[in-house]
């Protein structure tokens, strides 16, 4: 039987790209400092890989579950037509903040905080109808991207759910998301709110790194 072929991904090396051999590979990764490699077992979960980022895949075989090829393929890749958004809380409740992202580029397009008292959960459903009214005011078909799928709720309910309670700390922040439920309530919009498929691509590229 012959033997199945491999796929190399570069994503760090003197040439990063997709090859087809080791020696290729190789080729495209000797001398450089902090080279950023794998091995896959189909073209497409190779280019799935690719578009996504090395940390999503380093040490899954050793130390986390990985998705199976028919998993990864099921999935496919990300649609980079796309705004992705996150938020970051240090603490429960703590100083918040979120943003979004350009989901191919990473270029930030919005920022808002830190706030003071607020939750993560507050700070992705804030994120979510900060971007949905960027993209109305662009006129873009673009999608949005988040990893909550609580935000998403909250957003499709025209409600923020907290249980975190208002006070002279979070007030601008409880004004902000009062001003976000009247938006949702008074705005229709068409643009599909997506969840961001953290196992097979990695971080979100909102993501403010602070895992």
Known sequence: ??????????????????YESWDDCKAAISGAKGAQYMSFPDFEIAKIAYNSNYDAYKG????????SPQDLLKI?????????VDA???????????QG????????L?????????????GEFLAIVHGLAFLKQKNS???????SRTAISWVRKKSCNTK???SKKNKALFNLIRRAIEWLKNNSYNTPIVKWETKAWGEIPADFGRK
Do not use: C
């Open 1 to 18: 039987m012959a033997k199945k072929n491999k796929y190399y991904v570069v994503w760090k090396g003197k040439r990063p790209g997709i």
């Open 60 to 67: 899954k075989k050793k130390n986390s579950p990985q998705l």
């Open 76 to 84: 496919g890749e990300p649609n980079y037509h796309s705004i992705s």
């Open 88 to 98: 970051a809380s240090s603490g429960n409740p703590g100083i918040m903040e979120y």
């Open 101 to 108: 992202v350009d989901t191919k580029t990473g270029k930030r």
């Open 110 to 122: 919005f920022k808002q905080g830190p706030f003071k008292e607020g939750t993560n959960n507050i």
């Open 141 to 147: 078909d673009r999608v949005i991207y988040t990893d």
């Open 164 to 166: 975190l309670l208002e």
